[in-house]
């Protein structure tokens, strides 16, 4: 018997989510934004056009913002700012879709967004691996069809494993 653990034998806590459309995609995202607290990271992965940003708008709506939620570019880090219940905190939605290498990332402002006590929502996480902290929410998409699409959320960490557990609560009613 070999003592290794198998990285494909997914935890209990692992959150299967099948989306059927745009809409129930940013429901589940709401559903997570309303469990978020300040210091929570969420690192989203998955190929172009799978529903990262979306989600994200969908978890920005549950953190009570009314800002509007759009894919940073130029600046690669958009912040928002949580509604009242969550006591308006900073929510930094990043998007490294364009970096290349770790040595782009210093001047992104990714590890003060990281350091900070707000919320921090990555895209193309995989882009920065190095700096994701070990406690995190790994979310990742992908496609089944045309508006089909697998949403799958991995905690690491307790606070974490206790997140998905409360969000398979909700999201199934
Ligand atoms: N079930 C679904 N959930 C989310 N998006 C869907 C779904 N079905 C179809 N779509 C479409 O897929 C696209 C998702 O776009 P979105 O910008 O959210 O993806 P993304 O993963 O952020 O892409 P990128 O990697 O370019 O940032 C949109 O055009 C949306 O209308
Ligand atoms: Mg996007």
Known sequence: MS??????????HV?????????QTMRIGQRLGELLRRGD???LRGD????????IKGIVLGLGSTDVVNSPSFVLINQYRAGAQHGRMP????????IERLAELPGIGLEEALDDDGVCLIEWAERAEA???????????SHLSETKR??????????YEELVDTLKK????
Do not use: M, N
């Not at 909700?170 to 009613?173: C, G, L, N, R, V």
């Open 3 to 12: 003592g290794r653990s198998v990285s494909t034998v997914h935890s209990p």
């Open 15 to 23: 959150l299967d989510f099948i989306s059927h459309s745009v809409a």
């Open 41 to 43: 990271v969420v690192a």
């Open 48 to 55: 172009l056009g799978t529903g990262k940003t979306h989600l």
């Open 91 to 98: 929510i930094y939605h990043a998007d490294l879709y364009r």
């Open 131 to 141: 700096l994701l902290p070990d406690e995190r929410l790994d979310v990742h998409l």
């Open 150 to 159: 697998v949403v799958r959320f991995t905690p690491h960490g307790r606070r």
């Open 170 to 173: 909700t999201a199934f009613t």
